[in-house]
């Protein structure tokens, strides 16, 4: 009986080693370091955001470091009118967990870009420009609720809309400008 392992390594060649119990075959990944670091950057900083408001505002009950609990006259710096607002969860679920869950799809996605098989690779490139796409479509909400209901501004949150926005700029840029090709390794 055969069983497969299968290496991924960041390097061009590749190398497949057969023996009568383990087929070995190195993996290569399909686009650089460079690249990957550049999918990945603003998933990983929004959620640190996101991550940073859950555990330390809704777990810890505590208030967010760089982030003041006073308001001023208008539109404040003031994460705790943000996050105690009304509009700070849907269906009873923070916006803060569903961001984790955003960033973790993200970064999930760009993992199967970078290592599946081709047809994943594209499939899950076409899923996360569309999931990438409905972040974006998202965020101008969020901006409205915050400067005109709430009339206050969270840094985390700001973050967070700040790396959604990257992100589809990113993803668009590498998809329309680049046009990446992932049937090869670049």
Known sequence: MKSTLRVYVPTQSHLICSSALVKVSVVTMRFSWLKLLVLMAMSIFGLWA???????????????????????????????????????????????????????????????????????????????????????????????VELLLVRAICIYCTVMHISIVADFIIISYLLFYKKIDLTRSV
Not at 73 to 86: E, K, M, N, Q, T
């Open 50 to 144: 996101s991550t940073e408001v859950l555990v330390v505002y809704y777990t810890l009950k505590q208030g967010l470091p760089f982030c003041p609990l006073t308001r001023g006259p208008g539109i404040a710096i003031d994460c705790y009118a943000v996050l105690s607002s009304r509009y700070s969860e849907v269906f009873g679920i923070p916006l803060e967990l569903l961001a984790v869950g955003y960033f973790i799809v993200n970064l999930l996605l760009i993992y199967l870009i970078a290592f599946a098989s081709d047809r994943v690779a594209v499939i899950s490139l076409k899923t996360l420009f569309g999931w990438r796409f409905i972040g974006i479509v998202i965020v101008p909400y969020l901006v409205a």
